[in-house]
């Protein structure tokens, strides 16, 4: 390494005299290129940054040629993970942020909670696929204002029970139970705001997803997410574009399945439910002892122990042991130890839009989601039967039904999907590891979690037990603690 001048001025760097430093106020691809350099020169970074500085204003050509030549020509996208973007984006529909949610796992968000904040009257997004089409869009307004009706009126019926059985509790902890419960008869067009923070590699990924996507919000919103990023990083964006092979494959595997479907969906008022359908040692003796063996190997390795020194011949009992011995420490705001990443389970869910809302956001998980419909029945929350305004969840939710017909017969299936309510479930089907299961459990099962998704996770633990109770329990354990 050569001996640095550590020349750059302090103020882009927090350490000026140090080996580990922080460095900020430059733009975001120029940090990108001065990273880059590492691999070939071996000036400090403080030596680039100041040559940077130096060129002033051909700085940033400097970074837009390298990027241009080694990003986008050569494909060394790693570079782009060192260029950073904030957004904001405000006024879309939920429908459109879990499409952004779901577009990878390196996009960081913070969204606008139902649960905490009271959705306003007329915050709608009327899907672009009917804006023009005047009968379509007054009808699709009129249901949303009928349901933010319901919304009011199931919001009064619950919080009245709440006051009645819980005289002791302060009143503005109630109304908040009331409108988290009361929410499920609002629709996917409902506004929503939220945070984003991602790499210029991700971003770019995302905006082709979006580009790609049949829903036209999605490709609007690209659009506006592209030309506003690019004020952060301009060149790193530019050729993000709609990707042909994702809408041909798209349309390929929908004629397939739709040859495939019955000709008639049969509506299901099944309950929500989750089931295993694939887990590590599945077909085996005992799944669990594969799946100790699997953790086992993991530990051997990480301690520095060679699988010659016997590690596979351990027994069941040693096994358990040893797995015990690498949780054993584990508080409760600890990640486990990553050899639980070699326990696999892929799971099925059929749960309410609310519920997928939450899950989706736990981008370790993979997770492969049908359009949203009104086919796997509704979830009602507890606080709603009580009250007994069930019936005016269900007006609510017959009102979306309705509509959504409406616009499916018109040829209009992505419109259709705004109309579904939270209430409606959504199949689901999730593949995760031992690790990320005891992630889901200590945040989703604990006291401040919202019931539906605390109860959700409680069914999909059970379903673990069923073939790996001694992994499961710990984590249940913690969350007691």
């Known amino acids: 390494m050569s001996k640095t001048k550590k020349s750059a001025p302090a103020e882009y760097i927090s350490n000026p005299e140090g080996d580990i430093y922080a460095v900020s106020g430059l733009p975001e691809e120029v940090i990108a290129v001065i990273f880059a350099y590492v691999s070939r020169s071996p000036k400090s970074f403080k030596d680039n940054i100041a040559t940077v500085l130096k060129e002033e204003g051909r700085g940033k050509q400097r970074a837009e040629k390298f990027h241009e030549k080694w990003v986008l020509n050569y494909g060394h996208a790693s570079v782009a993970e060192h260029a950073s973007v904030h957004l904001g984006i405000e006024k879309v529909s939920r429908l459109f942020s879990s499409l952004l949610e779901l577009c990878g796992e390196h996009l960081s968000f913070t969204e606008y909670s139902q649960r905490y904040q009271k959705p306003r009257r007329g915050d709608f997004v009327v899907p672009p696929e009917i804006a023009k089409k005047k009968t379509l869009a007054r009808e699709f307004l009129s249901v949303c204002e009928q349901q933010y009706d319901i919304y009011e009126k199931l919001n009064a019926k619950i919080l009245s029970y709440l006051i009645k059985t819980n005289p002791e509790t302060s009143e503005t902890v109630l109304e908040k139970i009331a409108f988290e419960d009361a ?21 770019e990924e995302c905006l082709m997803k979006l580009l790609s996507s049949e829903y036209a919000e999605a490709q609007m919103r690209a659009e506006e997410i592209k030309r506003e990023v690019r004020f952060g990083v301009p060149t790193l964006v530019k050729y993000a574009s709609p990707n042909p092979r994702l809408k041909k494959t798209r349309e390929k595997l929908e004629r397939f399945c739709s040859a495939m479907a019955p000709k008639k969906h049969r509506k299901t008022k099944d309950a929500p439910f989750v089931r295993l359908v694939d887990w590590t040692g599945k077909g085996a003796r005992d799944p669990q002892a594969q799946a100790l063996a699997a953790i086992s190997a993991g530990l051997a390795y990480g301690s520095g122990l060679p699988q010659s020194s016997g590690i596979n011949r351990l027994t069941l009992k040693q096994s358990g042991a040893l797995f015990k011995a690498a949780i054993s420490e584990l508080g409760k705001h600890d990640n486990p130890h990553d050899a639980l990443k070699l326990v696999n389970y892929s799971a099925e869910f059929v749960i309410s839009e609310a519920c997928w809302h939450q899950l989706l956001r736990h981008r370790k998980a993979q997770w492969f989601a049908a359009e949203p419909s009104v086919g796997f ?16 969840l269900i007006e609510a939710a017959a009102l979306s039904e309705d509509l959504y017909a409406k616009l499916t017969d018109a040829g209009k299936p992505q ?67």
Request: proline share 4%; hydrophobic share 45%.
């Open 415 to 481: 419109a259709a999907a705004y109309a579904v309510t939270n209430a409606h479930n959504r199949k689901v089907l999730g593949v995760f590891s031992l690790w990320e299961l005891y992630h889901l459990i200590n945040l989703r099962m604990s006291e401040g979690a919202q019931w539906d998704i605390k109860k959700m996770t409680k069914l999909l633990a059970d379903e673990v037990g069923k073939v790996h109770p001694l992994l499961v329990k710990p984590a249940l354990k913690r969350i007691r603690k």
């Open 377 to 392: 029945g509704l979830t009602i929350p507890p606080n709603v039967k009580k009250a007994r305004a069930g019936e005016l």
């Open 183 to 203: 929410r499920y008869a609002l629709n996917l067009s409902a506004m929503t705001n939220l945070g984003m923070t991602a790499n210029a590699r991700a971003v």
